[in-house]
């Protein structure tokens, strides 16, 4: 096989919430959504691909000191910076395409002192889209290719206790038919309708508060977001929990640290207060809580000194990474420290978490678990993002994924309309369109559907059309006025 990137474009549409979304060090309220749509010659056939990633404040770094307006070049330098990278490198598989731009984009992220979560925002875009191509222009979906190996992954350049191993000797036979949908409760989300600002009331015909999300989606599963101040934090996990008692007796949840502990210590004093509470004891018990996201700020998450700190709590819940994981080696790094495993988001890589996902299978069925892969992506949305992680999700076998880009922005409504429908008519089981007059993704008993995903090429399966194309945003890579 030969596969060579032979030119490519971006494209911008510029976002807003339908409420202010606060999170950590930052409250999202608009952001760009960066498409970007590559041609490459595949055995001597010209093939388009795609794809896309909203650019979130505050998540690839996470520097208080700096406005959005100035995180926003370096965000767009890494894009750009990886896909001139791969510009006609002829590669014998996908695999080894995106290795040759992982490698040269991490050694001019090591130069330039360019994170590597953010450095490889950029390679993971340039992935996605390469494997667009590869399956619009093989005629394979994503779930056949990963299975036959079609896209040459050589999983011991990446974790070496793999080496002669494909990647079905290790993932689920099948790709998940349907994913449970994980609902954020964002650190100022309302839990009910008499919590919202009359200014942020939301007039879509889609749910705000989570009481109304709950029941209009019927969500099960959840996960709970900490802001690290013991006297915030403890009243309201008491009403989520009263809440979740009340209308979801069987709930599961996951608790996110949002980086705001500074070790593994500070965290644990703030869980065992949380536990002399005997409604917060129930809640956090394992019938319920599922795991802790990222307690500990990625400055210090992976430091040799949490390995005794996580030892010495045996009673402590078990604890995953999520931003600590930029490098191809996190996972192990994490693992060897005591954490239990890992999150997957495309934007982090899509081969990456393939070989992660093996990694743990491998020690899973060395009775050495349990171990955590954990599907997240919090404002993930249509109409490609979201159908590309799906496609990747119920590959690796995921059984619930953290989604609130439907809850955060009014579906596809940004898009023109014959945009949506076209993928209202390709994924019928996913979209729907509203009284409100748009799109929006389909969540019906807590779950969402993937079969058009799994049959799509790379769970998109509208047409790259230059229609399409042209009603995906401006051309460029447009800076506009964003804020935090």
């Known amino acids: 096989m030969s596969i060579t990137i032979e030119n490519f474009e971006f494209r911008t549409r510029p976002m807003r919430t339908r409420f202010p979304f606060r999170y950590g060090i930052a409250a999202m309220t608009e952001l760009p959504h960066v498409f970007l749509r590559i041609t490459v010659d595949l055995n001597g056939e010209k093939i388009d691909g795609i794809a896309s990633e909203g650019l979130p404040p505050k998540w690839f770094t996470k520097n208080p000191s700096t406005r959005f307006e100035e995180d926003l070049p370096q965000m767009h330098q890494v894009l750009e910076q990886a896909v001139s990278f791969g510009l006609n490198q002829e590669s014998e598989s996908v695999f080894a395409l995106w290795q040759k731009i992982y490698d040269c984009q991490e050694n001019w992220a090591n130069t330039e002192k360019v994170p590597p979560l953010l450095a490889h925002l950029g390679t993971s875009l340039v992935e996605r889209a ?15 290719a990963l299975r036959s190996n079609q ?31 994980r609902h954020t409760i964002g650190l100022g989300d309302a839990l009910t309708a008499d919590d919202i600002e009359k200014e942020e009331l939301c007039d879509d015909g889609l749910p705000q508060a989570l009481d109304d999300a709950i029941r209009y989606y019927g969500l099960t599963h959840f996960k709970v977001k900490l802001s690290g101040n013991l006297e915030s934090d403890l009243p309201r996990l008491r009403e989520i929990a009263k809440m979740l008692q009340q209308l979801v007796p069987e709930f599961q949840f996951t608790l996110d640290g949002n980086e705001q502990y500074p070790n593994v210590m500070a965290f644990r004093e703030h869980w065992e207060r949380f536990l002399e509470d005997p409604i917060l004891e129930n809640f956090l018990s394992d019938s319920h809580l599922l795991f802790v ?21 045996e009673s402590g819940p078990p604890m995953i990474i999520d931003e600590s994981d930029g490098e191809l080696d996190s996972l192990r790094r994490a693992l060897e420290l005591g954490y239990r495993g890992t999150s997957h988001k495309n934007c982090k890589g899509v081969f990456k978490g393939v070989a992660n996902a093996c990694l743990l299978e ?30 990747v999700m119920s590959s690796l076998g995921v059984q619930h994924v953290e989604r609130n880009g439907h809850h955060y922005f009014s579906g596809l409504s940004v898009f023109p309309r014959s945009l949506q429908e076209d993928i209202c008519a390709a994924h019928p089981d996913l979209y729907e ?22 049959s799509g090429p790379f769970g998109c399966a509208v047409e790259l059309s230059e229609e399409m194309l042209c009603n995906l945003g401006d051309p460029g890579l447009n800076l506009g006025q964003f804020s935090n």
């Open 293 to 313: 996201e990222q307690p500990i700020h990625r400055d210090f998450a992976l430091h040799e000194s949490v390995r005794h700190e996580i030892e010495s709590w």
């Open 433 to 454: 369109w509203i009284d409100s007059g748009f799109a929006s993704l389909v969540i019906k008993e807590g779950s969402i559907l993937a079969k058009s995903i799994i």
């Open 130 to 144: 390469v494997i667009d191509a590869f399956c619009r222009g093989s005629g394979c979906t994503f779930a056949k």
């Open 362 to 391: 491998y020690l899973r069925r060395e009775g050495t678990g349990p171990w955590i892969l954990s599907g997240e992506d919090l404002a993930n949305v249509g109409p490609v993002a979201l159908l590309n992680d799906l496609a």
């Open 151 to 181: 896209f040459g992954i050589a999983l011991e350049s990446i974790h070496p206790e793999l080496r002669g191993f494909d990647p079905v000797e290790w993932l689920p036979k099948e790709p998940k038919k349907f994913l449970i949908a």
